[in-house]
């Protein structure tokens, strides 16, 4: 889940649900936990005991160091010394780790003043006031403790399978040009929040995970099954993401950035896994990659390498994307009879 709390009243109230405070970024969970996206693998052979297993460190240090940020986000923020209208602050026994007014941030967390202070993404500051570095800081904070818990179990679920498959390194890669990708999209049609998260990166590994099964396509069984699962994952995380207040151009961006990336590096050569089942037993089949995991491979890399150029260029140069594409707001809120989407 990624939060977004509104700076038109100085950046109080965070919005939940049909609050009327913030809006979160809802990653592959929101506040919901997204089902194993391994409903596929490889086709069982010989060869697959032999296949490297990685030993998944990454993971569990991105984990980590996203609870460790809260922690200091939550010791930064002091709530009993700051007078607060909302009312007192909640579970007061842990002095200034204690948690804003619910009214205040349904979610248990710091308020929206902490979390900009401490590097939340905010267009006017990454903009005009030359912030960029808040792309990558906002991946890292979250607005509270049922946030920061919605996304790590997310991320454990999904990423150490991942990583025990292709190594620290690509997953690693993955998660966080993934989360840089969402908030460059988020900060190019959201100007009035701020936004924090970690569901950008998550997005990410599920598409890298739909690109992978596209560019490794001959080593699956149960090929459809595997393909309409993950499908049904994505299409109900992104469809969950245009409720009120929840920045689905995070999850589009990191998605489509983790698209891209799982073309370009979770690639496998094929031949060695489906052709070694007809030889002799003793023999050996070269590993190769196929024509069209190279022309995918090529297609990747000039659209991320333009997408992220460009995307960069627009937001310094200050274009406000909705001003471009003026439909896309519908991509994050549709508005109803039961709520509206404001900014």
Request: net charge positive; charged share 10%.
């Amino acid at each position: 889940m990624r939060s977004n709390f509104d700076l038109e009243n100085g950046g109080g109230a965070v919005r939940s649900g049909n609050g009327n405070g913030a809006k979160a970024r809802g990653g592959p969970n929101g506040v919901r936990t997204a089902p194993s996206p391994f409903y596929y693998s490889p086709a069982p052979a010989p060869e697959t005991a032999t296949e490297r297993q990685w030993k998944a460190w990454a993971v569990p240090a991105f984990v980590v160091a996203n609870v460790a940020v809260f922690v200091v986000a939550m010791y930064v923020n002091d709530c009993p010394r700051h007078p607060n209208p909302f009312g007192s602050c909640v579970a007061p026994f842990l002095r200034r780790f204690s948690f804003q007014p619910l009214r205040q941030n349904p979610l248990f967390g710091p308020s929206s003043a902490t979390l900009e202070k401490l590097g939340g993404l905010e267009w006017n500051k990454v903009v005009h006031q030359h912030q960029g570095w808040r792309l990558v800081t906002c991946i890292w904070l979250h607005a509270g403790v049922i946030h920061l818990l919605a996304n790590m179990l997310s991320l454990v679920f999904i990423g150490i399978r991942l990583e025990q498959q292709f190594g620290f390194i690509r997953i690693g890669a993955i998660y966080l040009l993934s989360g840089f990708g969402g908030s460059v999209l988020s900060a190019l049609f959201i100007r009035n929040s701020i936004s924090v998260g970690a569901s950008g990166a998550l997005f990410g590994l599920l598409g890298a995970m739909l690109s992978e099964l596209f560019t490794n396509w001959t080593i699956y069984t149960n090929k459809a099954v595997a393909l309409l699962t993950l499908l049904t994952i994505i299409a109900i995380n992104l469809a969950l993401g245009i409720l009120p207040h929840v920045d689905n151009f995070a999850h589009i961006g990191g998605f489509l950035t983790g698209f891209l990336l799982g073309f370009i590096l979770l690639i496998r050569p094929q031949f060695g896994w489906s052709a070694r089942h007809n030889l002799p037993p003793g023999s050996e089949a070269k590993s190769k990659y196929m024509a069209y995991q190279c022309v995918l491979w090529v297609l990747a890399l000039i659209l991320f390498i333009a997408g992220f150029v460009g995307g960069l260029v627009l937001l310094f140069r200050g274009v406000n994307a909705n001003e471009r594409c003026h439909w896309c707001h519908y991509l994050s809120c549709v508005p109803t009879s039961r709520w509206s989407c404001g900014n």
